[in-house]
Every structure is written in C-alpha cells, then in structure tokens.
C-alpha cells in the first residue's frame, strides 16, 4: 500500500483482508480501529491482540475512563501509517497485530467484571498471542495479571504512574484501583523484588518491596539512566508493562482520575519506551485516560502512543526470541 490508496481505501478496520502492513486512509474518517488494525474475533495467527476494557468502577475523583478505549482508538488515527518514528523494524508490518474489540461485561454485576476480564485476557493468551490492553481504571490490570501468572507463573511488574497502588487491602475480592498491586504482590502474582514503579510522587510507606524510581529521581538523572536502572532490576524476567497515564505531568496529560503534578514529559516518556528495547516483556496495558477532562484530546493522544510503543517493545522481543 502506498499514499496514494488514501484516495480509495476506507474503513479498513473491516475491509482489509491482512492483518500486517499500513493503512492509508483519511485520518479525519473511517473506522476507528486501534492503529487501522483489522477488527477481528478470530485470534488465528494473531501475534499481539490490542482490546478495551471500558470500566471505571474505582476512580479517586474523576470518572470517565470507560471512555478511555474508544478515544485512544481514535486518537490513534492521527498517527501516521509509517513505522513507528524511532524503532529500526515496523511492527505493524512484521507481525499480525488485530483489534479484538472491548471487554463485554455486565455492569450491573460489577462482582462478576474481574473473572470476565481473566477470561478473556486468557483467551488471547490460549490463542498465542500476547495483549495491549485499553483501560479503563488501574484496576483492570490486576485480573489481567491473573491470566499472565496462569501462563508464565510469577511475573515482574514495570509500572509507570503517580501512585505506587500498593495501599493495604487484605480483601481480594474488593475492586479499588489503588490496591490492586498490594494484592497482586500478597498472592504471588507480581515478584517485588524484580518488579519497578517509575514516576511515583505520592507518599505510601508500604511498596510491598516493589522497587521505586520517583519522579524527581527521573528529572535528575535522565531518562538513559532510568532505563539502565530499570533493566538492571527486571533481569530477563518475564514481565508486563502497565502505564497509568498520570504517570505524565498534567501538562501533558490533563485528561486522567488522579492527576498529579511533578510528572513525567511525554519527551521523557518516548525516550524510556523505546530504549527499554531488549526487555521480556510479555503484554502491557494503558490505562486511567479520562476523555471528559481533557477537550483537547491530548491525553488520548499520549494513550495511542504509549500503547504503540508496548507494541513495538512486543515486537521487538518476538523478533529477538
């Protein structure tokens, strides 16, 4: 495909019959797939599944991000349908990459949500291929996690975010979205010890173990250094990759539940995502982006890109498999 099949090419989140290379189509219309990727149920030779979890059960203060899939889907739209800017591969043309569509669930039953979403993340799992996941509140990664610790048992945590959610809760059924790594780290789910929190800037005198890189530590040592340190704790674990999105500054991302200021830049962020290249990482998500609080759209707009960088760090450690 090439620039000119802009001219008549559309909609091929449904009309494509290939699920690599780009798509041309206007960015101010059609369907609003992840990336233009094909929508898809049939997970056959699928190598990365993206999916949205539209639930915000669990907010400190600002609803919304149930609406956080579908404009990170159509912020996405914006991107160019090159490689992504910075990476010596396309991921999007070397590997099977499908939009799997959102998470169904009745939100009349909010009990029932967490062994839903484990159902259908291990689905994707079962299939062979790994996922990116669209939130939807922090919570959503606590039952992912569930279905990662089935296949690859105990896993490392590299979370970016304000907040360490790591706040006692000894109930494991309660769903709050800043407890759930306490959780994850008391059953056996997450290892503290080669797990990593990045961009923190709220006091929490219980980590559970997991090891911290606080904001400033970022601002004054530079992303180079955050990577090095942060692979030096990950090893070759396998791990999954979370990013609150407050865990940028509110300047840069206004449109989040618990935004905080201090954070990190998206020029910071972009650096870290790309030169972690080399990690094991398994799946990832991005979460908490809150379209009613940001008009501009510019919080959505960091979502697709960080979402897009999981996948290239995906595809980067399939390729080197």
Aim: proline share 5%; net charge negative.
């Amino acid at each position: 495909m090439a620039l000119e099949d802009a001219a008549k090419q559309m909609d091929m989140a449904f009309t494509r019959e290939d699920l690599k290379g780009p798509s041309y189509e206007l960015t101010f219309g059609g369907a609003t797939s992840f990336l233009r990727r094909k929508y898809t149920k049939d997970l056959t030779g699928v190598d990365i599944a993206v999916t949205g979890v539209p639930f915000d059960q669990a907010v400190t203060n600002r609803p919304g991000t149930r609406l956080g899939p579908r404009a990170i889907r159509e912020a996405s739209a914006l991107q160019a349908p090159d490689a992504p800017y910075g990476w010596d591969f396309d991921v999007l043309s070397e590997f099977a990459i499908a939009d799997y569509g959102d998470l169904a669930f009745d939100y009349g039953h909010v009990s029932q949500f967490p062994a839903a979403l484990t159902a259908h993340i291990k689905t994707i799992l079962d299939a062979g291929a790994a996922s990116v996941v669209l939130g939807g509140d922090h919570y959503i990664s606590f039952p992912i996690l569930k279905a990662y610790a089935e296949k690859y048992g105990s896993i490392s945590l590299l979370q970016f975010d304000a907040h360490t959610d790591t706040w006692q809760d000894d109930d494991m059924d309660r769903i709050d979205h800043g407890t759930m790594f306490y959780k994850a780290v008391k059953s056996g789910i997450v290892d503290p010890t080669t797990s990593v929190q990045v961009g923190i800037r709220t006091t929490n005198e219980d980590t559970m173990g997991v090891n911290i890189i606080d904001a400033r530590e970022v601002h004054e040592k530079g992303p180079q250094a955050t990577v090095a340190k942060i692979k030096e704790i990950l090893g070759d674990r396998p791990c999954y990759l979370t990013f609150d999105i407050d865990a940028l500054d509110p300047a840069f991302a206004p449109g989040t539940g618990t935004p905080v200021w201090g954070g990190l830049t998206s020029a910071q962020t972009s650096i870290m995502l790309r030169d972690l290249a080399g990690i094991n990482i398994m799946g990832g998500d991005v979460v908490e982006v809150s379209p009613p609080f940001d008009t501009t759209g510019a919080t959505a707009i960091a979502g697709a890109h960080v979402a897009t960088e999981i996948l290239s760090l995906l595809g980067h450690r399939m390729r080197t498999a």
